[in-house]
């Protein structure tokens, strides 16, 4: 009998800029799973960091800012090829500093529906749920598999 795959615990930024209400998402870097896919900027949160603490080093380790806070406002499962995943997702508004891609990925301000594609498949419930506070119909963006880094 086969152990039960862990999580892997993840803290994300959906970060809003109030200006306009537009989201940011930035692209995979090369040699990542997933790499050129667009996603709500994070990562990993580390043994003893609570979800706000691993968010706000994740962002100014990858875009070079620092929140002002992060409330985990949902919490979702995907089950990738490579790991399944626990997406502890907090809505960011107030941050400072000027954005720096720091791995290599792009990013983009977008609004709903996005225009960048492919998304990353653990986004899909999110940009569901931030189509339906706005009132907009939810659009899934297409559906793309990943292509295998090359050995």
Known sequence: ???PRKHTEVAVGVLIRLSDDALLLS?????KAYAGFW???????EAGETVEEALRRELQEELGITIDGAEVWKITEHDY?????RLHWCKVTAWSGEF???????MAWQQLPL???PVLPGAFPVLQWLSEER?????PPPVVAPVAPAN
């Open 27 to 31: 692209s995979r870097p090369e040699g």
């Open 135 to 139: 009132g907009l119909p939810f659009v």
């Open 100 to 106: 720096e891609m720091r791995e290599g990925q792009q």
């Open 81 to 85: 090829p490579h790991a399944l995943v």
């Open 115 to 117: 225009d960048v594609t």
């Open 1 to 3: 009998m086969t152990e």
């Open 39 to 45: 996603e709500f900027p994070g990562g990993k949160i």
